[in-house]
């Protein structure tokens, strides 16, 4: 059957490489290999101008933000096959509509693919994305009738997600709803705080994790917090899963009840989400994701998703994690030194959490001022932020998408200095051009992966 499987895929590749040919031939003239948007050329020019736009801003800019990464050539070609045309509705081999033979075996590779990668005892991969798998993880684990539904978790200020309970989430409307925070002068992880507020909010659910919080996160101490008060523990990897799996942070999954994540980020695969979870909990999981919050599953990105979790098993990918790690170490000393205080006082994975007031900015404006230099990044509140979460004191990097280009410690060394560069010289329009100047030139030297042409023309 894998065979079967093989020489359909090789012959739906075949196919493409016909039918992605424009019905305008002076689109297709002098060709030597497919171009995947001719056809899209020719149907909608605009839309192609500006993916080619996009493309061009892409390769020549710094991409900062850390929730972003670049996914191979293999996971983009996975995911624009004709997976995306079928419907598939149930789980695999329990299937609402027919057609699913090769489908199942699609959805089953990924899976057993993250058990291996992973560890993990169950595994659904049919999220849409980090968010709808938190839902669908705290409506699977508290009954409708349940007389405890109350969720602890990290709150939004001190790095936490919107899933984790925050006001605004539709996760404190179905839930009743608490946060903790960080250590007021450390700003780490505070466990005998976390323990006290646990043991008096009684929780039915303890979520750790975190997307802006620089450091290891002790999923052992977390577990042991939850044992003690009673509650089911779920850890939200989104941030570090492509960590976790090249062995530069512990795994959650040992500790957790139940571990969501998304499939891009660290993990560098496409824009989908997935959960993890022992054994027991394998059937209220997976029917709170379907059919409790979604329909059918995206299968080209599942397609996509295993793609990853196969790259993700190799040397490669470990050393990719590694100098993630590294790099994030170097530009944090660089940020120091330009006199930029760090959130936690620096960095142990992939992030990093600075307060751009130090230099006479908002967070606001210097992610702005970041933006006009070419470097991308995300203005973001930071511990006990006396500013708006609309224009915080803090700016959020991180080095996923720099190390997926191959840049190193050497090349941190100037992206830090530019950084301080653009804050300082926000207001001056030569600063500006002449730091994206510079970062376009670095930029240039370094082809993403995914990209296989290059770009003449700066955006």
């Known amino acids: 059957m894998h065979r079967i499987l093989r020489h359909a895929l090789v012959m739906t590749f075949d196919v493409r490489r016909v039918i992605c040919q424009s019905p305008r031939p002076e689109l297709n003239a002098g060709k030597e290999t497919m171009n995947p948007l001719n056809a899209l050329a020719a149907t909608d020019p605009d839309l192609v101008t500006m993916i080619a736009a996009e493309e061009a801003r892409q390769f020549y800019t710094a991409k900062l933000i850390p929730s972003e990464n670049y996914a191979s050539c293999a996971v983009m070609e996975a995911t624009g096959t004709v997976l995306t045309n079928k419907y598939s509705e149930g789980y695999a081999f329990k299937r609402y509509y027919e057609g699913q033979q090769f489908i199942d075996q699609i959805e089953t590779l990924a899976i057993e693919r993250a058990k291996s990668l992973f560890g993990a005892e169950h595994v659904n991969v049919q999220p849409y994305s980090g968010s709808p798998a938190n839902l669908a993880v705290y409506t699977g684990l508290i009954p409708r009738d349940a007389a405890n539904q109350r969720i602890l978790g990290l709150g939004l200020p001190a790095g936490g997600h919107l899933t984790h309970g925050w006001k605004v989430s539709a996760t404190s409307r179905f839930f009743q709803a608490a946060q903790y925070g960080v250590d007021p002068t450390t700003h780490l992880l505070d466990f005998d705080a976390i323990r006290a507020q646990a043991l008096e909010f009684n929780p039915a659910i303890l979520i750790c994790g975190a997307t802006a919080y620089p450091r290891v996160i002790d999923f052992a ?19 570090i899963a492509g960590l976790v799996a090249g062995g530069v942070h512990p795994s959650p999954v040992p500790h957790a009840d139940a571990v969501t994540t998304t499939t891009h980020k660290t993990l560098r695969g496409p824009r989908g989400g997935m959960i993890l979870c022992k054994q027991q909990h394998a059937a209220t999981i997976d029917r709170a994701v379907f059919p409790g ?24 990918f470990r050393m ?64 006990f932020d006396r500013r708006s979460p609309f224009d915080p004191s803090g700016v959020r990097i991180g080095t996923p998408s720099l190390t997926s280009r191959g840049l190193k410690e050497a090349e941190m060394a100037h992206i830090g200095k530019w950084i301080a560069d653009a804050i300082r010289g926000r207001e001056d329009a030569n600063v500006l051009a002449r730091v994206r100047g510079e970062v376009f030139d670095l930029m240039a030297q370094f082809v993403p992966p995914g990209f296989v042409r290059p770009y003449p023309e700066r955006p």
Do not use: W
Not at 221 to 239: K, N, P, T, W
């Open 221 to 239: 101490r977390f577990a042991e917090i939850a044992q003690e008060c009673g509650a089911l523990l779920v850890a939200d990897m989104a941030h």
């Open 320 to 383: 990719y994690a590694h100098q993630i790690v590294a790099n994030s170490r170097a530009l944090a000393e660089v940020l120091q030194a330009e006199g930029l205080p760090l959130a936690t006082g620096g960095t142990d994975n992939h992030l990093i959490l600075f307060d751009a007031t130090a230099l006479g900015a908002t967070g606001k404006q210097a992610s702005k001022a970041m933006d006009q230099a070419g470097l991308e990044a995300n203005f973001n509140s930071i511990p």
């Open 293 to 316: 919050l979604q329909g059918g599953p995206h299968n080209h990105t599942t397609a996509g998703i295993a793609v990853a979790l196969k790259e993700a098993a190799t040397h490669e």
